[in-house]
């Protein structure tokens, strides 16, 4: 059984972001040496995500159209009262997911013909990490 | 270690469906031999999902109508400028998640009383796949 | 390879109720053994969630007054023609999630600065458990 971790490195020039992250998880696959197991990549923090979906500008500017509408920015969450102003980042990132968990298949990503890995930011210009783990053999 | 790999196809009459796969799940795990160790289950196209939830017509009913309000169909999505019409399965996809983990004890899916796994369309009329990978011993 | 398993078992005196689970998750992980690998945390239940985000009591009152605007209580849910009152636990768990897969590295679930695992009730008052599988090396 073989194991390999690796972790990305984001600061977001903007609050809301998406990164396609695909091509430097591919990378660890390939490092990993692993052929065949599955490759976990999530979020180190409470206010961004991993989500799958599809590579379309305009795609994901509905999404970040409609998550200000089911969590705006700015409204008084008592998590504000802390001093923080995201406490609709918390909720954002929840709606978009912490993870997400891919197979790996005969050495490669085994991802369907338009699914891409994005890391979304919900609360940026901070320092933070992404993790990919694998395991297989 | 042992991995197992199989492909589940889908092609709804409706845009909208969930289907219950845990039969083909269960028997991909008995396929795969492994006795402990764990599943994933994830759809792998973007406009689709596949969830765990309750088998229960009723309620299948109320998650549409609930989606339906989140992301209703046919509003101005940016998205479909692109020339597609399924900027809210999108949406709706990412409510209800791209994939499960499940674990595998004693060589069975260990699911609690009412959980079942399904497949989750909201793009129909098209064919599609959902991917099993188990790895364990 | 080793895997390990364990059940937590959850009866909150609320209908509504988090619970920061991270001790028991990080003991477990102590007990497997397991260095370098995953560790899968999910509710058995389908009005339930395991997720993650950060241990902040007014974070977690946003989120319980933002599920209740976005699944209500006791709207007239189709679910709860089958004599249930849960049809609104159901879709607040979608939203929560079901559960979450953590790394494993150095012996030591690997969570950013600010990650906390919380059990998320959403129909309490009853017994409900939550699954611990491990697996790694």
């Known amino acids: 059984m073989k194991t390999y971790t690796e972790y990305l490195w984001f600061n977001t ?3 809301i972001e998406f990164i396609n992250i695909t091509p430097q998880v ?9 052929k065949e197991g ?3 990549v999530n979020t180190m923090h409470i206010t961004s995500s991993v989500f799958i979906n599809d590579d379309e500008p305009g795609l994901h500017e509905d999404f970040k159209e409609w998550l200000e509408k089911l ?3 700015g409204r008084s ?7 923080e102003d995201n406490g609709d980042s918390h909720l954002k990132r929840t709606i978009m997911g912490r993870e997400v968990v891919v197979a790996i298949t005969n050495g490669r990503l085994d991802l369907g013909p338009w699914e891409q890995i994005f890391y979304g930011e919900f609360d940026g210009k901070r320092r933070k990490r992404v993790l990919i783990k694998i395991i297989g053999e």
Request: aromatic share 8%.
């Open 13 to 15: 020039p903007t609050r």
């Open 26 to 34: 591919e990378e660890a696959v390939r490092k990993s040496g692993v």
């Open 38 to 40: 599955i490759c976990l």
């Open 71 to 73: 969590a705006p920015y």
């Open 77 to 83: 969450y008592r998590h504000n009262l802390s001093g």
